[in-house]
């Protein structure tokens, strides 16, 4: 018998009534306010996650599937939604502003662990294009209506550095102290420090 890849599952039986019920929800509460889906390949070129997230980040550096095809073409499983989402905008409504919603699967190459897979769905909205603060309220809010429509219990904190010179001080400043306290880190979070503090979806491990 030939058991499923490690860190894949099979969606069925109550969870394939819970998982239809979810993205029935999530299109009526994204698609129906004015949300274009948009469902992007699951297969994309390596440089696309390279320029987007950084080929320092974790997600590019250890988690991404990457293989070479027989053209020689350097390819990943997507790792995550918004990059594709970028450049399809990029290549078809360019200068225009977009409103996107995604729903599909995401690939990345991590330990599994309870309710984490190397294969999972991933539900996501973007704007692109003229963006101002009205831009942010309206994901939020409309991501409330979502959870609301879930019935389930949550509690909203929104966190933010800043502008892109607030991001560029933290950056420095928080590198200057997990330098100072360098010793007190794991191995691979002082590789971390010296090819970039604020990567995204990374954090650095203290030593117990």
């Known amino acids: 018998m030939i058991e499923q890849v490690k860190g894949t599952q ?20 994204f698609v129906d306010y004015g949300y274009s889906f948009l469902q992007t390949p699951h297969i994309e070129h390596t440089e696309l996650f390279q320029k987007s997230i950084g080929e320092n980040s974790e997600i590019v ?11 020689g073409r350097s390819l990943v499983l997507r790792p995550e939604g918004t990059s ?6 990029s290549q078809y409504n360019k200068g225009l502003t ?12 991590e330990n599994p662990q309870q309710n984490r897979y190397r294969e999972f769905t991933q ?11 009205y831009s942010d309220l309206q994901i939020i809010t409309d991501s409330i209506r979502f959870l609301k ?9 929104i966190n933010t550095i800043g502008s892109l ?4 001080n933290y950056s420095k400043d928080l590198s200057k102290y997990f330098t100072i306290n360098k010793d007190k880190l794991s191995t691979e979070s002082r590789e971390k420090i010296e090819l970039n503090t604020l990567i995204p979806n990374q954090t650095l491990n203290m030593k117990n």
Do not use: P
């Not at 550096?61 to 053209?71: A, C, H, L, R, T």
């Not at 594709?84 to 905008?89: K, W």
């Not at 539900?123 to 603060?133: Q, S």
């Not at 010179?165 to 560029?168: G, V």
């Open 10 to 29: 099979n969606i069925a039986n109550a969870d394939a009534l819970k998982f239809l019920h979810i993205q029935k929800l999530f299109y009526a509460s």
């Open 165 to 168: 010179q607030d991001r560029k």
């Open 61 to 71: 550096s250890k988690q991404m599937y990457q293989f070479e095809d027989k053209g």
């Open 123 to 133: 539900g996501g909205v973007e704007i692109i294009g003229k963006l101002d603060a």
């Open 149 to 157: 429509n879930l019935n389930i219990e949550f509690v909203l904190q």
């Open 84 to 89: 594709s989402i970028a450049r399809y905008h």
């Open 98 to 109: 977009k409103q996107y919603a995604y729903f599909g699967q995401m690939f990345r190459y």
